[in-house]
């Protein structure tokens, strides 16, 4: 059964209230506020809440990370991302109180998370344009497609797509000395990515095992996860600032 995301809250709170450690699929809520409720209800029930990042445990993700942070190849002049596939005129994705909004929600915010792994920042700014819509009725209720930017500290501002019209996924990010990317980054499987060093070359692996095996393990060892709410709620208030960018087609500072 697909809750809509606006139940993510109600029911996450129900499950500390039930004595309960809980994992929340992203996004975490719809509003901040909704998730602020949550994460207070974690702690007032002494109970871990994790968000369902499975990307933060998956190899290929990771080495972005790892050239990304520790500047392998140098600082990153340019740095792009895009997830997006045709949905069906049927799917509950289309449906805005099932869905909480378009692409950006489910897609989008991907690309954000891979966005502030990549370089180990936060933004402190966004713009953002909603795509034309050229099919009316199947996106009456929600974007059929945007793009935006993020704008970090160091003045590196990434160009960010989805789409619920048109198939990309992919993370790439041009540094001083060379290209690293991933060439299929956001799926369950198939990750495929390149260094200037050469092909990565990581196993495949089954990411709900290894982020529940992670998450898990946190639990056993009383420590933070690394997908804590917090984490959630952060990539909520930037979801809400691409929004409200590109509705005003003001830049929105974070």
């Known amino acids: ?61 990771l080495e972005m990370v790892r050239c990304g942070t520790q500047k392998v190849y140098g600082e990153i002049k340019k740095l792009s991302g895009g997830f997006g596939f045709r949905a069906s005129p049927s799917q509950w994705r289309l449906t805005k109180k099932y869905a909480g909004g378009g692409p950006l929600m489910d897609l989008g915010i991907y690309v954000i998370q891979a966005m502030c792994y990549t370089t180990g920042m936060e933004p402190i700014a966004v713009t953002a344009k909603e795509g034309v819509k050229t099919d009316l009725e199947r996106f009456k209720e929600v974007e059929q497609s945007l793009t935006w930017q993020m704008e970090f500290p160091n003045g590196l ?72 709410g917090e984490l959630g709620r952060r990539d909520v208030k930037y979801l809400q600032a691409v929004y409200e960018a590109m509705h005003t087609g003001k830049k929105v500072m974070i």
Do not use: W
């Open 1 to 61: 059964m697909v809750l809509p995301n606006n139940m993510h809250a109600e029911y996450t709170i129900r499950g500390f209230e039930a004595g309960k450690h809980v994992i929340c699929e992203k996004p975490m809520a719809i509003t901040v506020e909704d998730c602020d409720r949550m994460i207070a209800a974690a702690k007032k029930a002494n109970k871990y809440l994790s968000i369902g990042y499975r990307l933060h445990f998956e190899p290929y993700n």
């Open 157 to 228: 501002i990434t160009d960010c797509r989805t789409s619920y019209d048109d198939g990309m996924n992919f993370l790439k990010a041009e540094a001083e000395k060379g290209i690293f990317e991933l060439t299929s980054a956001y799926n369950y499987t198939g990750q495929r990515g390149s260094t200037p060093a050469g092909t990565m070359n990581f196993p495949h692996i089954n990411q709900q095992a290894k982020q529940m095996d992670g998450i898990a393990a946190s639990i056993k060892n009383n420590s933070p996860s690394i997908v804590p």
